[in-house]
């Protein structure tokens, strides 16, 4: 007999079907489950597929003796409490490096649209007030020439430091640890400290995991650091900025402009945020392409295929995120 799991929203048709080949497939097509929801659909399954945004603890998971591994469909995993899932005795895994370049291509959409007022002045003339030569309206800031801050060296922060060859931009980065030397001559990169590089760079972006030690990581003391005609994205998680500081430092001008893909609430958005010229606000899209997302999925498939002992790579999946289960 099959094991059992369940996929918590629909898959890439082919993805499911690979799925098939080793369980007995549930997939939930309705709305998404609350969290009581979730436990009750879990209570005969050997694994799940999640979607980044479900919330996994102990309201889920504890009291599923048969439960044996969680996977999920993203390269974040803030919304589950590891901790939960290790008492419990089951695998939790991610999906890292699918959507990275797909995720640095949009990081540096968003900063060209920010910088150069793309959105605000696309209203402009979908509401027909090109009337006439635009002038200085619309004027934006240069990317090129600048100097690029990374708080977050990872494998989505070097895609980004790279993409900044061709802009032929001065790149900084800030990371818990310095990278590699290798990594460093190949994004041509300089280390700095964290108040070093927002107090030197133009433009600084957010891109690395959002753990309980980086919730507001910019807060009114790191947006006074920067320079006014500075700007701000995140393209990680929103708890890591202080949005209500960042809102009325928008507001006053201390800093010129943000790009945001990420909110603490979402998809509520901190109401000081909304209609500011200053901001281009966009929701959780980051790494929404059909290739990025199919890798996603692809990548949880292999790890609850292995998680639960079958496949080429059975008891080793690709990339666990509590690996004391596994040794247990």
């Known amino acids: 007999m099959k094991q059992k799991i369940l996929i918590t929203r629909p898959l890439f048709p082919d993805v499911v079907d690979r799925l098939r080949e080793y369980f007995d497939v549930t997939i939930n097509e309705g709305p998404r489950y609350t969290s009581q929801q979730l436990h009750a659909a879990l209570q005969e399954m050997d694994g799940a597929i999640v979607a980044g945004g479900e919330k996994i603890d102990d309201t889920v998971v504890k009291g599923l003796p048969r439960l044996k591994a969680i996977c999920v469909s993203a390269a974040g995993y803030n919304n589950v409490d590891v901790a939960s899932l290790t008492r419990a ?13 797909t995720v640095a291509d949009f990081t540096w959409g968003l900063m060209i649209a920010t910088a150069r007022k793309l959105v605000e002045a696309a209203h402009w003339v979908e ?47 800030h990371n818990r640890r310095r990278v590699d030397p290798a990594i460093e001559a190949e994004c041509r990169a300089e280390y700095r400290g964290k108040d070093e590089l927002l107090r030197e760079a ?56 943000a790009g945001l893909d990420v909110f603490e609430g979402e998809p509520a958005v901190y109401p000081g945020l909304m209609g500011l010229s200053n901001a281009v606000l966009t929701p959780h899209i980051a790494g929404g392409t059909a290739e990025a997302q199919h890798g996603l999925a ?31």
């Not at 005795?89 to 370049?101: F, K, Y």
């Not at 949005?243 to 009325?248: Q, Y």
């Open 127 to 173: 509401q027909g007030q090109w009337k006439s030569n635009a002038g200085s309206r619309w004027f934006g800031a240069n990317l090129c020439d600048r100097t690029l801050g990374i708080v977050g060296m990872g494998r989505i922060g070097q895609a980004i430091a790279r993409r900044a060859i061709g802009f032929r931009m001065k790149v900084l980065y």
């Open 89 to 101: 005795g089951i695998i939790g895994t991610n999906s890292p490096g699918p959507a990275d370049e």
């Open 202 to 257: 133009d433009f600084v972006v957010l891109a690395m995991p959002y753990t309980p030690e980086n919730y507001h990581l910019i807060g009114a003391r790191e947006l006074q650091l920067m320079r006014g005609s500075a700007m701000l994205f995140n393209i990680a998680r929103g708890g890591l900025i202080d949005e209500p500081a960042l809102a009325a430092a928008l507001q006053e001008n201390r800093i010129a402009a």
């Open 298 to 328: 692809s990548l949880a498939a292999d790890n609850l295929i292995a998680a639960l002992g079958l496949g080429p790579q059975a008891g080793k999946p690709p990339s666990v995120f509590n690996p004391e289960v596994l040794r247990k």
